[in-house]
């Protein structure tokens, strides 16, 4: 034996005497363990007598002493796995971190640490800041962990979640837009788990604002899913359009040059119209009418306020846009332009739900329901219409 691992050796005695003796000993000694053991060339001998010390420590009856040897030996390799595994399944903060550091825990121990209930909120939290996380221990946590500990799971860029782990995130009663907001910000999502999000958000199931947040996101960072593209985008922008449109600063001049870039874009789509036109934005419908039919912005506003079936039903003609929709979009700037001139405080409840009425009674396939609901019921139908006069419902 050298000198060196004779001292050592030595060293490790004298801590193991200590370990009897007064709580500052105790956690000196587990202070000095925690540096003896970072040495990757100790004797084998000294190695024993200190995981025996480990062990002692570990059983300590002071709460302060087993967290300090805890905090010691959490990135220890050689560890022993009957200690690492006491330390992680006591109090938090023992087992903190161990749970976040330790490489001797097995999947299988977190496993059952998280699925049998005994890991509380911080333990999972614990568990959720590991490095490299993987995807059987991640799942287990969106599934059945605390909120607190899915949000942690979501943050760490490190984690590996699988789709089964997204699945039961989705799955979760209590999924809310934050978590939604955290699963678009990570890299790596697959086609059917961006699918997924966006059928979340589409439903308009959160706050319209955090579901506009995390579409943008989804969109600005992942494909979007072929089968769900016009959706997305159509709901994307006529969320921006309905922000802007809706302030009442808005002059003709602006509203009328997003309608002609939306128009270059093919955009100006009825649903869109149908939609603002529903919010009250007469204004921007208006505009374009204006761009799509080419007559004077003058004559256009002077057709709308008139509300006049048969003249709205001729700008509809003019404007070129699926003849499907037409009922529909004059319908609305009819209603909305008569509550218009009862009162200038914009819309209530009551015209939108008058033009469903209207919308259900003309339109067969159509039933009673939201807005949004007979929008896409619209969409829908329309796609199996041809875009002649005569394959599509005449309006009166």
């Known amino acids: 034996m050298s000198k060196e691992d004779k001292s050592r050796g030595d060293k490790a005695g004298l801590l193991l005497a200590e370990t009897a003796g007064s709580l500052d000993g105790k956690l000196n000694a587990a202070e000095a363990l925690g540096a003896l053991t970072s040495r990757s060339d100790l004797a084998e001998n000294d190695r ?113 979640i699988d789709e089964d782990g997204y699945g039961a995130l989705f799955a979760r009663d209590d999924l809310d837009g934050r978590m939604l907001t955290l699963v678009s ?120 306020h008139g509300a006049g079936t048969e003249v709205l039903g001729n700008l509809y003609r003019e404007s070129g846009l699926p003849p499907y929709f037409r009922f529909a979009l004059v319908a609305a700037i009819k209603r909305i332009a008569e509550e218009h001139q009862k009162s200038h405080q914009g819309t209530s409840e009551k015209p939108v739900q008058d033009i469903i009425r209207e919308i259900v009674g003309f339109y067969r396939g159509i039933a009673p329901t939201s807005l949004d609901q007979v929008i896409a019921r619209l969409c829908h139908e329309a796609a199996r219409w041809s875009e002649d006069d005569s394959a599509a419902p005449s309006s009166a």
């Open 48 to 160: 024993c007598q200190a995981h025996d010390i480990l062990a002692t420590l570990s059983l300590d009856a002071e709460q302060q002493v087993r967290a300090s040897v805890a905090r010691a030996i959490a990135d220890y390799p050689f560890l022993p796995q009957a200690v690492a595994e006491r330390l992680a399944a006591d109090v938090s903060n023992v087992a903190g971190p161990v749970l976040e550091r330790s490489s001797v825990l097995t999947d299988a121990f977190l496993i059952d640490l998280i699925e049998s209930g005994a890991a509380d909120e911080h333990a999972q939290i614990s568990i959720a800041t590991r490095h490299d996380l993987p995807e059987t221990v991640s799942g287990p946590l969106l599934r059945t962990g605390k909120r607190r500990a899915v949000e942690t799971v979501l943050s760490n860029t490190r984690a590996r």
């Open 185 to 304: 910000a990570r890299q790596g999502l697959t086609a059917p788990v961006v699918a997924q999000c966006h059928k979340i958000i589409l439903t308009d199931r959160f706050d319209r604002a955090i579901g506009s947040s995390v579409r943008q996101t989804l969109i600005e960072t992942h494909a979007l899913p072929p089968q769900m593209a016009d959706a997305i985008v159509n709901a994307a922008m006529e969320d921006a359009l309905s922000r802007s449109a809706s302030s009442a600063d808005v002059k003709p001049e602006e509203l009328i040059g997003l309608a002609t870039t939306l128009n270059s874009h093919n955009d100006l789509t009825p649903s869109l119209l149908l939609r603002m036109t529903c919010g009250g934005s007469l204004d921007f419908s208006m505009a374009a009418f204006h761009v799509l039919t080419k007559r004077p912005y003058d004559e256009v506003a002077r057709a709308f």
